[in-house]
């Protein structure tokens, strides 16, 4: 019953951290409505670098279709790789109206990522809403996988890549996408219409799923962490779903017997943070995985508010780069 978990104190953040926070509840009205341009404002967008970075990471943005503004930044090593390496599509979060590839903590996160995994990670810079509602994103997301599988990845890359190890990932509303996405490319994809572009799994960091009840975290989180509240999350389903749909929307309410998960669907991985809001909604995702009989390894953060993985310093945003390395190195390809 909502209320009976523990309360639990506003967590101990760094300085830097506090204070973007504060900015971007700035750029929200009361009903969680987004003031568009002081949000701008604090939105600054990284350019793509050809060059290493300290890290050796570089960086290009590839058009997947100029007609309606779709694409993609590549992060890649710069150093030669053995054998081919995995391919992480990944899509930010921002309640679906929010952010872009190029906003710098993605650009940031993705580099982290690129040089964590050694891998090539793919930003996807999707339509947004309220302009591009439902279902644009997951439409952005599968013409991607398509262009992928159709164009691959642009030859001057340093390293070779391997799509039969292909990864789809996001956080919050990101992690949203990557459910749907892979449910939709997992039903298209069959031995009858084979692709080079096989999923190899899936990581969902805090994705943002929801309903018209509300779980005992949402009330019992609700404004406990700096980055989120039911107001806002409120806000954002209704820019992103279909005008007078509610949150038992099939694309929000992703839990229980009706979730519908292809044959092929790709095994998961499920970051859930102790003091984020939409913990309960996660924990109901994560039983509609196994009750289908799909395997699912959940990484959780018990000090973890909604966001975490953004900021390089708070100590868990490191510790989840490792356990998604880890992750996707036990689904590396069997030596026959």
Not at 62 to 73: C, F, I, N, Y
Not at 206 to 231: C, H, I, W
């Amino acid at each position: 019953m909502a209320g009976t978990e523990d309360a639990r104190p506003p967590p101990a953040l760094p300085w830097t951290v506090r204070l973007q926070f504060a900015a971007l509840s700035l750029a929200h009205r009361p009903d969680g409505s987004v003031r568009r341009f002081l949000f701008s404002l604090g939105d600054l967008h990284a350019a793509a670098r050809p060059r290493p970075d300290a890290s050796g990471v570089r960086s290009a943005d590839v058009t997947v279709d100029a007609s309606r503004g779709l694409w993609a930044r590549v992060f890649s090593p710069s150093s030669a790789a053995d054998a081919p390496v995995p391919v992480v599509v990944y899509f930010h979060g921002g309640g679906f109206v929010l952010f872009s590839a190029a906003s710098r903590p993605y650009d940031a996160f993705c580099r982290r990522l690129c040089h964590g995994l050694g891998a090539v990670v793919v930003s996807v810079n999707y339509r947004l809403a309220p302009k591009h509602r439902f279902p644009a994103a997951y439409d952005d997301g599968v013409d991607v996988l398509r262009y992928l599988d159709t164009n691959g990845l642009p030859a001057d890359l340093a390293v070779p890549v391997d799509l039969s190890r292909c990864f789809l990932a996001g956080d919050s509303a990101g992690g949203n996408i990557t459910h749907h996405v892979a449910q939709r490319w997992s039903a298209m994809t069959t031995t009858a219409s084979p692709s080079s572009l096989r999923l190899a799994g899936v990581v969902l960091i805090q994705p943002f799923f929801g309903g018209e009840e509300r779980t005992e975290a949402e009330v019992t989180l609700d404004k406990v962490g700096p980055s989120l509240s039911m107001v806002v999350t409120d806000a954002y389903w209704r820019e992103f779903l279909p005008e007078g749909a509610t949150r038992d929307h099939p694309a929000a309410r992703v839990c229980g017997e009706r979730v519908e998960l292809a044959e092929a669907f790709p095994p998961a991985m499920v970051v859930v943070g102790g003091l984020d809001l939409l913990k309960g909604w996660q924990t109901r995702y994560v039983e509609a995985l196994r009750g289908k009989g799909k395997p699912v390894k959940v990484v959780e953060y018990p000090d973890a508010i909604h966001g975490f993985h953004a900021f390089p310093e708070i100590a868990d945003s490191g510790k989840l780069v490792g356990d998604i390395k880890l992750f996707v190195d036990e689904r590396r390809p069997t030596k026959s």
